[in-house]
């Protein structure tokens, strides 16, 4: 996600300073009308839907695995925070409005969280009943 927007962000750059002819003044502009002007700088439309499933995947290997690697949830902080304010600047700045969506996409995350949890109580029973993770030995 990370690499796919810097792409974004720096196609959009690239245009501008092309349109800017590589000066400082953004007054200036080779477009020739309107239209073309406003297609320049509006930008693509924001798909919304478009981080759910990454944010969504770190989320449940957080919640699947944090037990037996508790320095997941951290990391997981820091991705959906990089995320929140990457998101924001593509939204604000670079994207021209988001798509008409409804509460689905929302009430699905809900959903399937709750899976999750399941997943952090499975997993964490596993992880603190099993012997070979606090002592060296095997039953064999």
Do not use: H
């Not at 974004?8 to 002007?37: C, G, H, P």
């Not at 930008?43 to 989320?59: A, D, R």
């Not at 508790?70 to 994207?95: D, E």
């Amino acid at each position: 996600p990370f690499i796919g927007s810097g792409i974004k962000i720096s196609l959009r750059y690239m245009l501008w300073l092309w349109d800017w002819r590589f000066s400082s003044v953004k007054s200036r502009t080779k477009t020739k009308n309107a239209q073309e002007y406003i297609e320049l700088y509006s930008g693509p439309t924001f798909n919304i839907e478009e981080p759910y499933p990454q944010i969504m995947t770190v989320v449940m290997i957080s919640m699947m695995y944090g037990l037996a690697l508790p320095a997941l949830f951290p990391f997981t902080f820091v991705y959906l925070l990089v995320i929140f304010f990457l998101q924001k600047i593509l939204a604000v700045y670079f994207c021209s409005k988001p798509n008409d969506t409804d509460d689905s996409l929302n009430q699905n995350a809900i959903y399937f969280l709750k899976y999750g949890s399941f997943l952090f109580a499975a997993f964490g029973y596993w992880v603190l009943t099993n012997r070979s993770m606090f002592y060296n030995d095997i039953d064999i």
